[in-house]
C-alpha cells in the first residue's frame, strides 16, 4: 500500500489517546483487563466506524457525480 504512512500518521494519535486511557488505571491487573476489553470491542468499534465513514463518503462523492465528475465535498 503505496498510503500506509498516512495510514500511520491517522492513527497514531488514536493509539496514543488509547495507550493513555490504558496506563492510567495505575494497577497491572487492571491494565491487563482493560488491553483485553479494550482489544476485543476496540478492533470492531474502529472497523464498524470506518465502515460507516465509507458509506457516507460514497454517498458523497457517489450520490452527487454527473456526468462521470466526482464531488470531493471540499467546496
Known amino acids: ?6 495510514y500511520a500518521d491517522i ?3 488514536f493509539a496514543e ?4 486511557m490504558v496506563v ?7 491494565i491487563a483487563e482493560s488491553v483485553v ?10 472497523g464498524a466506524l470506518r465502515l460507516l465513514a ?7 462523492y457517489l450520490g452527487r457525480a454527473t456526468a462521470g465528475t ?4 471540499k467546496d
Request: charged share 35%.
Open 11 to 13: 492513527v497514531e494519535p
Open 24 to 30: 492510567s488505571h495505575g494497577d497491572a491487573d487492571r
Open 37 to 46: 476489553v479494550r482489544t476485543i470491542l476496540g478492533e470492531r468499534l474502529i
Open 17 to 20: 489517546r488509547e495507550i493513555e
Open 70 to 73: 466526482v464531488d470531493s465535498g
Open 54 to 60: 465509507h458509506e457516507h463518503l460514497s454517498a458523497r
Open 1 to 6: 500500500m503505496a498510503d500506509l504512512d498516512g
